[in-house]
């Protein structure tokens, strides 16, 4: 379940030691764009050491690795794919490159013997991506879509702006192949890292098309996206009013029922569920 | 160790809280031309006791004037007790080493001198008192001043003088009070003489003399280096925990009484405090301590009702002082003296302080590192530690690969007992002596975290620091202020 999600730089032991502080429900580790050329090397070997020796515990560990077309790529999943990762975060992903990174995690989990699946979150950066973002989302252990609006504004030759109205239409098509497949939605971060009421501005808006959960670029934006991308309490209060009146025995066999002179039916008892489970998760009850 | 004739900490100090009487000048011809007409004029000779207050901080000239006095004359075994030494006052370093100072009083030591007498360069010793335990040990005779030599902004021909005028301006003068009233002599030293003092913070009564000098100092090194909210992240998380807790534990509430230093982190969470009060439409009494401009808008915005301003960090701070009629100055008696009648620091409700290191009976070290060198000193820490009914320390878990919290700490400034929450960035702990606090905090669901936890977590992250082996030599003492001693301090190992 997420809300935020933090990159760090993977390069920076100052920053990694301090990656599981600030509350976000997953860290990003960062070997991309964070790290230059000549440090991707050290920057592997330093993560691939604090991963051993670090105990990060209750967070989903993601790693960004450089994008699939790259010489370096095999090296760096050779290296840091182990138990101690759930995620690997794929840049300028195609339907192709997806697959591709799907079938050599699966070599290398076989190969290392790993006990769990490493899932994929594949970055929409290009037009190209936002054009198959459906079959992406399809693709066996993707299960969540990252939205990548810096990259994708350069594809599309266009400048990036607070409004974010050139990238209304990739936003809302990522939000639709992640619900048509349920998985995440997770937004584009925000890159004034002092703007705090832009920060508000725009992971409103973005929870308000779909999004589930944003990219975090500095520590500081973490608190609030979380706050935002929780459920509000009056939101928590009639979910468990709804679930207490399905619970009740004459409304327990009924496939719908009526609160407050409204109907409830399946998908919202549904969505309560999933919404309590939330809740509890993230320590709102 | 407590060397013999010292009073323990926890024993009672026999004459703490003795009273001399203060010493009003009859001198009424006071103006003389140079600091060595004073020196001249007051037979300043071997074995003296001189003292200074630490107004102008890292600009100071005045101290670094009489030292040059003292090697000129070559006077032997002289004891110095400024309220606090900054690196700006090295050239003591040639003189302690020559035998010229001999012994050091002072609440705050850091820069090259306090490497100097870490080394064991200072052939008598070294006291380190608190801000409180200053003008108690001056007002009870335990500290007798021969000389004081007082910067001072601004100054009339009378001897009355503030810090609010003059090109040196730094505002309120607390720390120099009881110098003032009860050192034997007492000369003003200024570069702003004028017979329109708009406040007498100064009283010429007291004065002896007064020397007109070119500078007392450098506005850059008077004013406080840091003066804005931290945005390191780890930091500022450790401000928001801060707001979250006292918040938790219904401290933030009308009345509210409150301290912070002028470091990013105080400053932060002065902020975070001003936006919760703003939002709860809250009403806090007053703010005390050295008074930043952060500080200052909160008492212009109403959210204090009064500053008490010992000292000044910044120019805002200064402007204030001189404008806002419910800003008052006070004397370090009156801040922090545990025998003065009606001390400040027991009004406190809430202050906010710092740590190099911490242990797991929650006792605090802020004089030296963890290789022992002297970088600081308590200042107020003890004093507002006791004092407050809530006493919270702020600090990173882990500080350049380094754990904060030890099983002992390398040197004791500030006991356990007067320690109540510490805050670090991977969780709160609580003095378990303060049950009544956890109380609180588990009827709220507030997460909590034993000191033990914490230190286990750090050493989880850096591995256990090898214990630090003290030398054998005795380099001075930390003396608690109500006279006692709570730490003896040792030469550094080369």
Same mark, same amino acid.
């Given at each position: 379940?997420?809300?935020?999600?933090?990159?760090?730089?993977?390069?920076?032991?100052?920053?990694?030691?301090?990656?599981?502080?600030?509350?976000?429900?997953?860290?990003?580790?960062?070997?991309?764009?964070?790290?230059?050329?000549?440090?991707?090397?050290?920057?592997?070997?330093?993560?691939?050491?604090?991963?051993?020796?670090?105990?990060?515990?209750?967070?989903?560990?993601?790693?960004?690795?450089?994008?699939?077309?790259?010489?370096?790529?095999?090296?760096?999943?050779?290296?840091?794919?182990?138990?101690?990762?759930?995620?690997?975060?794929?840049?300028?992903?195609?339907?192709?490159?997806?697959?591709?990174?799907?079938?050599?995690?699966?070599?290398?989990?076989?190969?290392?013997?790993?006990?769990?699946?490493?899932?994929?979150?594949?970055?929409?950066?290009?037009?190209?991506?936002?054009?198959?973002?459906?079959?992406?989302?399809?693709?066996?252990?993707?299960?969540?879509?990252?939205?990548?609006?810096?990259?994708?504004?350069?594809?599309?030759?266009?400048?990036?702006?607070?409004?974010?109205?050139?990238?209304?239409?990739?936003?809302?098509?990522?939000?639709?192949?992640?619900?048509?497949?349920?998985?995440?939605?997770?937004?584009?971060?925000?890159?004034?890292?002092?703007?705090?009421?832009?920060?508000?501005?725009?992971?409103?808006?973005?929870?308000?098309?779909?999004?589930?959960?944003?990219?975090?670029?500095?520590?500081?934006?973490?608190?609030?996206?979380?706050?935002?991308?929780?459920?509000?309490?009056?939101?928590?209060?009639?979910?468990?009013?709804?679930?207490?009146?399905?619970?009740?025995?004459?409304?327990?066999?009924?496939?719908?029922?009526?609160?407050?002179?409204?109907?409830?039916?399946?998908?919202?008892?549904?969505?309560?569920?999933?919404?309590?489970?939330?809740?509890?998760?993230?320590?709102?009850? | 160790?407590?060397?013999?004739?010292?009073?323990?900490?926890?024993?009672?100090?026999?004459?703490?809280?003795?009273?001399?009487?203060?010493? /009003?000048?009859?001198?009424?011809?006071?103006?003389?031309?140079?600091?060595?007409?004073?020196?001249?004029?007051?037979?300043?000779?071997?074995?003296?006791?001189?003292?200074?207050?630490?107004?102008?901080?890292?600009?100071?000239?005045?101290?670094?004037?009489?030292?040059?006095?003292?090697?000129?004359?070559?006077?032997?075994?002289?004891?110095?007790?400024?309220?606090?030494?900054?690196?700006?006052?090295?050239?003591?370093?040639?003189?302690?080493?020559?035998?010229?100072?001999?012994?050091?009083?002072?609440?705050?030591?850091?820069?090259?001198?306090?490497?100097?007498?870490?080394?064991?360069?200072?052939?008598?010793?070294? &006291?380190?008192?608190?801000?409180?335990?200053?003008?108690?040990?001056?007002?009870?005779?335990?500290?007798?001043?021969?000389?004081?030599?007082?910067?001072?902004? +601004?100054?009339?021909?009378?001897?009355?003088?503030?810090?609010?005028?003059?090109?040196?301006?730094?505002?309120?003068?607390?720390?120099?009070?009881?110098?003032?009233?009860?050192?034997?002599?007492?000369?003003?030293? &200024?570069?702003?003489?004028?017979?329109?003092?708009?406040?007498?913070?100064?009283?010429?009564?007291?004065?002896?003399?007064?020397?007109?000098?070119?500078?007392?100092?450098?506005?850059?090194?008077?004013?406080?280096?840091? &003066?804005?909210?931290?945005?390191?992240?780890?930091?500022?998380?450790?401000?928001?925990?801060?707001?979250?807790?006292?918040?938790?534990?219904?401290?933030?509430?009308?009345?509210?009484?409150?301290?912070?230093?002028?470091?990013?982190?105080?400053?932060?969470?002065?902020?975070?405090?001003?936006?919760?009060?703003?939002?709860?439409?809250?009403?806090?009494?007053?703010?005390?301590?050295?008074?930043?401009?952060?500080?200052?808008?909160?008492?212009?915005?109403?959210?204090?009702?009064?500053?008490?301003?010992?000292?000044?960090?910044?120019?805002?701070?200064?402007?204030?002082?001189?404008?806002?009629?419910?800003?008052? /100055?006070?004397? +370090?008696?009156?801040?922090?003296?545990?025998?003065?009648?009606?001390?400040?620091?027991?009004?406190?409700?809430?202050?906010?302080?710092? +740590?190099?290191?911490?242990?797991?009976?929650?006792?605090?070290?802020?004089?030296?590192?963890?290789?022992?060198?002297?970088?600081?000193?308590?200042?107020?820490?003890?004093?507002?530690?006791?004092?407050?009914?809530?006493?919270?320390?702020?600090?990173?878990?882990?500080?350049?690969?380094?754990?904060?919290?030890?099983?002992?700490?390398? +040197?004791?400034?500030?006991?356990?007992?007067?320690?109540?929450?510490?805050?670090?960035?991977?969780?709160?702990?609580?003095?378990?002596?303060?049950?009544?606090?956890?109380?609180?905090?588990?009827?709220?669901?507030?997460?909590?975290?034993?000191?033990?936890?914490?230190?286990?977590?750090?050493?989880?992250?850096?591995?256990?620091?090898?214990?630090?082996?003290?030398?054998?030599?005795?380099?001075?003492?930390?003396?608690?202020?109500?006279?006692?001693?709570?730490? &003896?301090?040792?030469?550094?190992?080369?």
């Amino acid at each position: 379940m997420r809300r935020s999600l933090l990159f760090i730089p993977s390069n920076s032991p100052a920053m990694l030691q301090n990656a599981d502080i600030f509350g976000a429900d997953g860290v990003i580790f960062d070997l991309e764009d964070a790290v230059s050329i000549s440090e991707k090397d050290a920057a592997r070997t330093l993560l691939d050491t604090f991963l051993t020796m670090y105990p990060l515990n209750k967070l989903e560990i993601i790693v960004r690795i450089n994008q699939i077309e790259t010489s370096i790529t095999s090296k760096e999943l050779e290296k840091i794919v182990s138990d101690r990762i759930d995620t690997i975060m794929l840049p300028k992903a195609t339907k192709e490159s997806t697959l591709i990174l799907l079938n050599q995690l699966r070599n290398i989990e076989h190969e290392k013997k790993l006990t769990k699946k490493i899932n994929i979150i594949p970055i929409i950066e290009m037009a190209t991506s936002v054009l198959e973002v459906s079959d992406i989302a399809k693709v066996e252990r993707v299960n969540g879509l990252l939205l990548g609006a810096e990259d994708l504004a350069s594809d599309l030759e266009v400048p990036r702006t607070l409004e974010s109205l050139e990238i209304l239409m990739p936003r809302a098509l990522t939000i639709l192949a992640a619900k048509a497949h349920k998985i995440d939605a997770i937004d584009t971060p925000f890159i004034h890292k002092d703007d705090d009421e832009g920060l508000v501005k725009d992971a409103k808006f973005a929870k308000q098309l779909g999004m589930n959960a944003k990219a975090c670029i500095h520590p500081n934006q973490v608190e609030i996206i979380n706050e935002i991308f929780s459920p509000s309490m009056a939101e928590i209060h009639q979910a468990l009013r709804i679930i207490e009146a399905h619970e009740r025995p004459e409304n327990i066999h009924k496939g719908a029922f009526s609160l407050d002179g409204k109907m409830v039916d399946k998908p919202i008892i549904d969505r309560a569920h999933k919404l309590i489970e939330k809740a509890k998760a993230w320590h709102l009850l | 160790m407590i060397l013999e004739g010292f009073t323990p900490y926890g024993d009672k100090h026999p004459n703490s809280c003795l009273k001399i009487n203060h010493r /009003p000048s009859n001198n009424t011809n006071k103006q003389l031309r140079s600091i060595t007409d004073a020196f001249d004029k007051l037979q300043i000779k071997d074995g003296m006791t001189l003292s200074f207050h630490h107004h102008l901080r890292d600009g100071d000239f005045v101290l670094n004037m009489v030292l040059d006095e003292i090697k000129k004359r070559n006077l032997k075994h002289i004891t110095l007790a400024p309220s606090s030494i900054f690196p700006i006052h090295e050239p003591m370093v040639e003189l302690i080493k020559h035998g010229n100072i001999e012994n050091i009083v002072t609440n705050y030591i850091n820069g090259p001198v306090a490497k100097t007498v870490s080394e064991g360069y200072l052939k008598g010793f070294l &006291t380190m008192d608190t801000h409180g335990g200053r003008p108690r040990a001056i007002e009870s005779g335990e500290l007798m001043i021969d000389v004081a030599f007082i910067a001072t902004p +601004a100054v009339n021909s009378f001897g009355d003088g503030n810090g609010i005028q003059g090109p040196s301006q730094c505002g309120a003068l607390g720390y120099m009070m009881s110098d003032l009233m009860y050192a034997k002599h007492r000369v003003v030293i &200024t570069d702003f003489m004028t017979e329109d003092l708009l406040i007498k913070e100064i009283d010429g009564h007291y004065v002896d003399y007064i020397v007109q000098v070119d500078k007392i100092g450098d506005p850059q090194g008077i004013v406080s280096g840091t &003066t804005k909210p931290t945005k390191d992240p780890v930091q500022l998380k450790i401000a928001k925990d801060t707001i979250k807790v006292m918040d938790a534990l219904g401290l933030i509430k009308d009345g509210l009484s409150f301290q912070t230093g002028a470091g990013g982190t105080s400053i932060a969470v002065a902020e975070i405090l001003r936006k919760k009060m703003i939002e709860n439409n809250i009403k806090g009494s007053f703010a005390s301590g050295g008074i930043t401009s952060y500080l200052v808008n909160m008492h212009e915005e109403g959210l204090f009702n009064e500053l008490y301003d010992v000292q000044c960090f910044d120019l805002e701070a200064i402007r204030s002082y001189r404008d806002n009629p419910k800003h008052h /100055p006070m004397s +370090a008696s009156k801040y922090a003296n545990p025998c003065h009648e009606s001390v400040l620091v027991n009004d406190l409700d809430v202050v906010i302080l710092g +740590a190099t290191e911490i242990d797991l009976n929650f006792n605090v070290n802020v004089t030296t590192d963890s290789h022992g060198y002297l970088m600081g000193g308590s200042g107020g820490h003890s004093d507002t530690a006791f004092g407050s009914k809530v006493s919270i320390i702020t600090s990173n878990l882990v500080k350049s690969r380094t754990p904060i919290i030890k099983e002992s700490v390398t +040197a004791l400034t500030t006991p356990g007992s007067t320690v109540d929450i510490f805050v670090t960035e991977r969780g709160i702990a609580i003095n378990p002596k303060r049950k009544d606090l956890i109380q609180k905090l588990n009827e709220v669901s507030f997460p909590m975290m034993t000191i033990e936890d914490l230190y286990h977590k750090s050493i989880e992250i850096t591995g256990k620091p090898t214990p630090l082996i003290k030398s054998d030599k005795i380099i001075g003492h930390i003396r608690y202020r109500d006279g006692s001693i709570i730490d &003896t301090l040792y030469q550094v190992r080369k």
